[in-house]
Nanobody, 125 residues
């Protein structure tokens, strides 16, 4: 079992930045691929970014490419999401998730095994 705790959400004006953190329990964090998803009110949870266990492959949704950066520190069992140039449409609850099996595909919620409780990000116009 892996427990994930997100933090760093908040209220920010459009054009601003936030850095989300996701702290994981367990000694096997460094062997897991990690993802960030988000869910806006009335919408389905959608893929944001993914980083492989070694950090050598990173993928982004088109909507955040060039603005968001995913990274990880395996020594701290933590994955980050740096969000710059935020837009009102980025408003959502942001979740981190664990893929235990290193799946080749990564953009569907079914491909992740553990989830955090989420952190709210609100971008005002």
């Amino acid at each position: 079992q892996v427990q994930l705790v997100e933090s760093g959400g908040g209220l920010v004006q459009a054009g601003g930045s936030l850095r989300l953190s996701c702290a994981a329990s367990g000694r096997t964090f460094s062997s897991y691929n990690m993802g960030w998803f988000r869910q806006a009110p009335g919408k389905e949870r959608e893929f944001v970014a993914r980083i492989t266990w070694r950090g050598d492959t990173i993928n982004y949704a088109d909507s955040v490419k060039g603005r968001f950066t995913i990274s990880r520190d395996n020594a701290k069992n933590t994955v980050y999401l740096q969000m710059n140039s935020l837009r009102p449409e980025d408003t959502a609850v942001y979740y981190c998730a664990v893929d235990r099996y290193g799946r080749r595909t990564y953009s569907y919620t079914e491909e992740y095994d553990y989830w955090g409780q989420g952190t709210q990000v609100t971008v005002s116009s």
